[in-house]
């Protein structure tokens, strides 16, 4: 079986983008469509998360902290993908625990580069 990746966006069409270029990659994807979701989903391995900044209910940045209260998941390996690239905001995220910052729009490529380079074994 493969590994296990989440996305997290309030863009179905980004979901699907992201989505359909990790399964191509052989990943497993779950969705979600904000933080709430996300962590109502989380269960079993997830080997790395990809989180928007900006979503309704709960942002990137909130369902970080909020990830890394759950020692299940304290040390999953999570990107931020965001149209964000505001210093202060990425030091907010590397704070909160992101591992990386990818702003969009995006290469595929440069995203799957990352997530070899963090994802759990």
């Not at 299940?72 to 990386?100: C, H, N, R, V």
Request: aromatic letters at 4%; one cysteine or more; glycine letters at 6%.
């Amino acid at each position: 079986m493969g590994k296990t990746i989440m996305v997290i966006d309030d863009s179905a069409t980004l979901r699907e983008i992201v989505g359909t270029t990790l399964k191509k990659s052989g990943y497993t994807v779950i969705e979600a469509k904000d933080g709430k979701e996300a962590i109502s989903k989380l269960a079993g391995k997830i080997h790395l998360i990809i989180c928007d900044i900006n979503m309704p209910v709960m942002d990137g940045i909130t369902f970080l902290k909020e990830l890394k209260k759950n020692a299940a998941y304290k040390f999953t390996p999570t990107i931020m993908l965001t149209t964000e690239s505001q210093d202060a905001k990425k030091q907010e995220g590397k704070e909160a625990g992101a591992k990386a910052w990818i702003v969009k729009p995006f290469k595929p490529e440069i995203l799957l580069a990352a997530i070899e380079k963090l994802i759990l074994p």
